[in-house]
């Protein structure tokens, strides 16, 4: 083993408390320990450095921001990717109103569904409860809350149609 792998592995607990602080995050902070880990194994042999210890939190500090930097060039990547998608498929004003009329017969028709279909719904779709979870909470089938469901989804199906 070399000397710097025993500095690592003597130092790793205060080596993931470092990071830690400097990624606030418990697991980016495993991830750049287990990349130094590697690092060390690759280039420990090359290196001639008079503080070990040092010389392994330096290039954690390094792994870290690399990966922040890695990070801001993705994020900012994708927001460009997201602004120029947006740009390029933002509706036009005939398909607001399109969409603005569609919501509004969806609406006008889901009031016209018993309140009980209605709830099993938004609990579905805004809730994010599964069939069995709802179910329970209102002490019912699995059965029950799938045919409530299919009455709304066929109002919906209808309205979505006739809006093309």
């Not at 280039?43 to 990966?67: M, T």
């Not at 569609?102 to 409860?129: G, N, Y």
């Not at 809350?145 to 009455?151: A, D, G, L, V, W």
């Amino acid at each position: 083993m070399s000397k710097l792998t025993a500095a690592f592995l003597a130092h790793y607990p205060d080596l993931i408390r470092y990071l830690r602080r400097r990624t606030h995050c418990s697991e980016l902070a495993q991830d750049c320990a287990h990349d130094t880990w590697l690092r060390l194994l690759e280039k420990g042999k090359q290196v001639q450095a008079d503080n070990h210890r040092a010389y392994v939190f330096k290039v954690a500090a390094n792994i870290a921001a690399d990966w922040y930097r890695r990070q801001t060039r993705e994020q900012a990547a994708f927001d460009g990717y997201a602004l120029s998608i947006a740009h390029h498929h933002a509706p036009d004003a005939y398909e607001e109103v399109l969409a603005k009329e569609t919501l509004q017969r969806l609406e006008h028709a889901l009031m016209a569904q018993s309140q009980r279909s209605v709830r099993i719904f938004m609990m579905h779709r805004c809730d994010e409860m599964s069939y069995a979870q709802i179910a329970r909470k209102l002490a019912v089938s699995e059965s029950t809350i799938e045919k409530h469901m299919m009455r709304i989804l066929l109002v919906a199906h209808q309205v979505f149609n006739a809006s093309v």
